[in-house]
């Protein structure tokens, strides 16, 4: 069984950085390829970044420049560094993993105020 916890979340005020994490437990290989996905209210999921067990990555548009993802297979952790925060970014961050059948955190709240 694959369970995913991200972490990281918070209230941050615009310009400001936060770091999410997203820790995998269970077994998932590292060629698997994982993401960042956002929920902001009355809004459809929409994919943030994403890595690919080779290290491919790609970005939404309007986050490129501001945020980072990373993963680090050893300790089964995947992150997602925001800098530049705007109001617009203000949403619920999930992880994913391809991995199986495909597997979703329980997300965390990023709120960023002006």
């Known amino acids: 069984q694959v369970r995913l916890v991200e972490s990281g979340g918070g209230s941050v005020q615009a310009g400001g950085s936060l770091r999410l994490s997203c820790l995998a437990s269970?077994?998932?290989?590292?060629?698997?390829?994982m993401g960042w996905y956002r929920q902001a209210p009355a809004r459809q999921r929409e994919l943030v970044a994403f890595?690919?067990?080779?290290?491919?990555?790609s970005y939404k548009y309007s986050v490129k420049g501001r945020f980072t993802i990373s993963r680090d297979n050893a300790k089964n952790t995947m992150y997602l560094q925001m800098n530049s925060l705007e109001p617009e970014d203000t949403a619920v961050y999930y992880c994913?993993?391809?991995?199986?059948?495909?597997?979703w955190g329980q997300g965390t709240q990023v709120t960023v105020f002006s």
């Open positions: 890595i690919t067990g080779g290290g491919t990555i």
């Open positions: 269970g077994t998932i290989f590292s060629t698997s390829a």
């Open positions: 994913y993993t391809t991995w199986d059948r495909g597997y």
